[in-house]
C-alpha cells in the first residue's frame, strides 16, 4: 500500500531516503516557487494549493482526480492546476512517475492581465504544443535564479498561455513603442552584469514591466529572421562586428542582466 502525502511534502520525502521517492525545489522569487518531484511508492491525498499548479510529466504516467474526474499526464504532457481545486496524486503504473512544477500566486496573474478576471482552463491536461512548450521552458532549469525581470516574464507567459488555453481572446492588441524597446535594450546590455530591477526600466522608458515583457516577442525577443534578430537585439558596436546569420532567438529581457 502506498504511503499517502497531503501534499508536496519536502520533510517526509526526505525521510524514504531507503526509496526512490524524492523532492527537490529550485530557486523561487516572490510569487513563484518551482519543485522537480518522483514518486513510486507514495501517492498524494486529496488536497489543494492557494497557488496554480502548472507542471510538466517527465518520466512515467501521472494520474490524478481533479475536479470529479480521473486524468492521465503522459510525459511532456502539461497539466494546470487551479487555486482551490481539490485534486490528488499518484502514479499511473508501478515504474513510478516524475515531474516538474511550477507554483505561481494567482495575484500574480492577475497582475500581468493588467487586473482582469483570472482565466479558468476547463481541461488540466494539455499534449505538446507551441504554446505548452513554452511554458515547459520556464521548467527547464529550476536552479535558475529568478530575477526580477524573470519574475515578470514568467508571470506574463502563464498569463498569456491561462488566457490562450481557457479560449479567451487574446492579450489586446498594443503597438510596440520602439523606442521604450530600444531604451531597455540599450540600458540592459550597458548593465549586463547588474540585476535590474523591473521599476527601473518601467522609469526609464515610460512603459510598464508587463507590456516590456511581451514586447519580447517582437523586437525584444523572438523576430521572425535571423536578420530580425540581430538588427532587433545587436547594439551599433555589435552590428559591425557580428553578421547576422544565426537563427538562435535572442535573449530575452531577463537574459540581458546576466554576467557576460
Not at 503522459?74 to 512517475?97: K, N, R, S, V, Y
Not at 535590474?196 to 523576430?223: C, K, M, V
Request: proline share 8%; hydrophobic share 35%; aromatic share 6%.
Amino acid at each position: 500500500m502506498r504511503e499517502t502525502l497531503r501534499s508536496v511534502d519536502a520533510d517526509r520525502l526526505e525521510r524514504f531516503c531507503n526509496r526512490r521517492d524524492r523532492i527537490r525545489f529550485g530557486a523561487s522569487a516572490p510569487g513563484l516557487e518551482r519543485a522537480e518531484v518522483y514518486l513510486s511508492e507514495s501517492a498524494y491525498e486529496p488536497h489543494r494549493h492557494d497557488t496554480y499548479g502548472i507542471g510538466i510529466t517527465t518520466a512515467g504516467v501521472q494520474t490524478f482526480r481533479y475536479r470529479g474526474t480521473r486524468r492521465v499526464c503522459l510525459p511532456g504532457q502539461l497539466h494546470i492546476l487551479h487555486p482551490d481545486e481539490i485534486h490528488d496524486g499518484a502514479a499511473g503504473t508501478t515504474d513510478g512517475f516524475g515531474y516538474r512544477i511550477l507554483y505561481i500566486a494567482p495575484e500574480l496573474v492577475r497582475d500581468a492581465l493588467d487586473g482582469c478576471a483570472l482565466p479558468f482552463v476547463a481541461d488540466p491536461v494539455h499534449k505538446p504544443t507551441p504554446t505548452t512548450r513554452l511554458v515547459a521552458s520556464l521548467l527547464a532549469d529550476i536552479d535558475e535564479p529568478i530575477s526580477d525581470l524573470a519574475r515578470v516574464e514568467i508571470a506574463a507567459t502563464i498569463a498569456d498561455t491561462l488566457r490562450s488555453l481557457s479560449g479567451r481572446p487574446a492579450h489586446r492588441p498594443v503597438t510596440i513603442d520602439l523606442r521604450a524597446v530600444e531604451l531597455a535594450r540599450d540600458y540592459l546590455a550597458a548593465h549586463a552584469s547588474e540585476q535590474t530591477p523591473a521599476p527601473t526600466l518601467e522609469q526609464i522608458t515610460g512603459a510598464d514591466r508587463y507590456t516590456l515583457a511581451r514586447h519580447s516577442d517582437g523586437p525584444l525577443g523572438r523576430a521572425p529572421t535571423g536578420t530580425e534578430r540581430c538588427a532587433a537585439w545587436h547594439s551599433p558596436e555589435l552590428r559591425s562586428k557580428t553578421a547576422c546569420r544565426s537563427p538562435r532567438p535572442p535573449p530575452t529581457l531577463a537574459s540581458l542582466t546576466r554576467a557576460t
